[in-house]
């Protein structure tokens, strides 16, 4: 098992990554912080007096929602760590006021807890879109998302701590890591005579790189279930660093 095209979207506009927005006939991109809610929707965080907030008025004021597009560019954890990719989500963001802005800013705070919240309505202002369409591009493959599976989709668990996942696992597990990395790819294993290293981890397994420095070929083990978050995968994982039986098998 792996992420599928609407995870991995909405894994990489949850709000942890940087954003540009994107708006019809305005210079930009504009760099934004967002955050998405737990049905999907995008929050954008814009300071009252900022180029982005003057290019979200309407010209004309026709309607209070302006077309935008977040672009979501992923930033790999680890050197030689393969890409999941860019996102794309469209749709029309709308300021929001009163109780809907304060309910909004308790689901911003929760993904970042930024103090800038507190000056929701004076300073900042809270936009926010359903997301119309979503797409994915992976190495030139645009994917299509449909907005069904978009909405049904949960971030992984894992993308936040990833990096200091990774770092754990190499600074004080890297011997018994390689040992059953070993044990699991065989004579993949020791490729160019170097050693196999874990270079992303998500809620259903592990990608390994084989080879020296720069090489680009990759296996993935997954787990036995998908991990539902960090204690989980402590869990899982813990057999593996005890050196007991393998909590994982090749995919």
């Known amino acids: 098992m792996r992420p599928s095209s609407a995870e991995t979207v909405r894994t990489l506009v949850a709000g942890r990554l940087p954003g540009l927005v994107?708006?019809?006939?305005?210079?930009?991109p504009y760099q934004v912080?967002?955050?998405?809610?737990?049905?999907?929707?995008?929050?954008?965080?814009?300071?009252?007096?900022?180029?982005?907030?003057?290019?979200?008025?309407?010209?004309?004021?026709?309607?209070?929602?302006?077309?935008?597009?977040?672009?979501?560019?992923?930033?790999?954890?680890?050197?030689?760590a393969p890409?999941?990719?860019?996102?794309?989500?469209?749709?029309?963001?709308?300021p929001l006021d009163g109780a809907t802005a304060r309910d909004a800013a308790v689901d911003f705070a929760t993904v970042e807890p930024t103090g800038d919240l507190l000056d929701v309505g004076?300073?900042?202002?809270?936009?926010?879109?359903?997301?119309?369409?979503?797409?994915?591009?992976?190495?030139?493959?645009?994917?299509?998302?449909?907005?069904?599976?978009?909405?049904?989709?949960?971030?992984?668990?894992?993308?936040?701590?990833?990096?200091?996942?990774?770092?754990?696992?190499?600074?004080?597990?890297?011997?018994q890591i390689v040992?059953?990395?070993?044990?699991?790819?065989?004579?993949?294993?020791?490729?160019?005579?170097?050693?196999?290293?874990i270079v992303r981890v998500d809620r259903y397994g592990l990608v390994v790189s084989l080879g020296g420095p720069g090489a680009r070929q990759r296996a993935r083990l997954s787990f036995p279930r998908p991990v539902a978050d960090h204690a989980d995968l402590a869990?899982?994982?813990h057999p593996v660093l005890c050196r007991h039986r393998a909590a994982t098998r090749p995919a």
């Not at 994107?22 to 930009?28: D, F, K, Q, V, Y």
């Not at 180029?51 to 992923?74: C, E, I, N, Q, S």
């Open 235 to 237: 869990r899982l994982l």
């Open 83 to 94: 890409s999941l990719g860019r996102a794309w989500v469209s749709g029309w963001a709308a």
């Open 122 to 175: 004076t300073r900042f202002r809270l936009y926010r879109f359903e997301v119309a369409e979503a797409r994915l591009d992976v190495a030139g493959e645009v994917r299509r998302v449909p907005r069904d599976e978009y909405a049904a989709a949960d971030p992984d668990p894992l993308h936040p701590v990833e990096g200091e996942l990774l770092a754990d696992l190499a600074e004080h597990h890297g011997d």
């Open 22 to 28: 994107h708006l019809a006939h305005r210079p930009g």
């Open 33 to 80: 912080r967002h955050v998405t809610d737990p049905d999907g929707r995008v929050l954008m965080l814009v300071p009252v007096v900022s180029d982005l907030a003057a290019a979200l008025r309407p010209a004309g004021a026709a309607r209070d929602a302006a077309a935008v597009v977040l672009d979501v560019l992923d930033l790999p954890p680890a050197a030689g």
């Open 179 to 197: 040992a059953y990395l070993r044990r699991q790819l065989g004579r993949l294993g020791d490729r160019a005579g170097a050693s196999p290293r």
